[in-house]
């Protein structure tokens, strides 16, 4: 046998570049789905339509002009 040793699985830990990285990374990809989030929440959810609110002006009350009252 190689020696002796303590039974069960002991790993090393990390140095403070992995450490670093990984809180880097992490944050960014948390910050980004917190950005889209804020952006297009609304939109993914369901709680509003895709083509409305973009300001142009062809929501549902855009073409009452062109509607014959009766």
Known sequence: MAG?????FH???????HK???TTLGATM???IFYRARK?????????H???GHGHGHGH??????????
């Open 4 to 8: 002796p040793h303590a039974p069960g």
């Open 20 to 22: 670093f990285l990984a």
């Open 61 to 70: 009350d855009a073409h009452k002009e062109h509607q014959i009252l009766a």
């Open 11 to 17: 790993p090393h830990l990390p140095g403070f570049k």
């Open 40 to 48: 297009d929440g609304a939109k993914l959810l369901g709680w509003s």
């Open 50 to 52: 895709p083509w409305e």
């Open 30 to 32: 948390w910050f980004f």
